[in-house]
């Protein structure tokens, strides 16, 4: 079996995203950001507006997935809606359950899935 170094896991890590997200290819700030949070570390990640940070907490999920692991469940805080919902349908065509709750989404239904299968929970202030 061959050592899992830094850069071995940042390439596989990145093979991983490209094969989930349709060939995205993360870049390192978000792979160094996902490798952090996935061995449990606190993780702070500053960048501009559309440089990609929120895959960089998708990324984890990812990881357990692989791992064989079950999928923590994370929370994620969008502004919009419309940054909710899109997020939660790319996250479901890689396989990931995701559900974005907002005024107009939230039901008792909505709660109950929640419960039962979702990996990551999507919310907006609208």
Request: charged share 15%.
């Amino acid at each position: 079996m061959s050592e899992v170094t830094p850069t071995r896991r940042i390439d596989a890590t990145r093979a991983l995203v490209a094969k989930a997200f349709a060939g995205t290819r993360a870049c390192l700030f978000q792979l160094e950001a996902a490798i952090s949070v996935y061995t449990g570390h606190d993780t702070v990640l500053c960048a501009g507006t559309g440089s990609g940070k929120t895959l960089s907490f998708w990324i984890p999920l990812l990881m357990a997935l692989d791992d064989g692991l079950d999928a923590p469940i994370t929370i994620l805080v969008t502004p919009l809606n419309i940054l909710g919902q899109g997020s939660a349908k790319e996250l479901g065509l890689a396989g990931i359950a995701a559900v974005a709750i907002n005024s107009e989404t939230s039901s008792q239904q909505l709660w109950t899935c929640i419960h039962a299968a979702a990996s990551i929970i999507i919310a907006t202030k609208q």
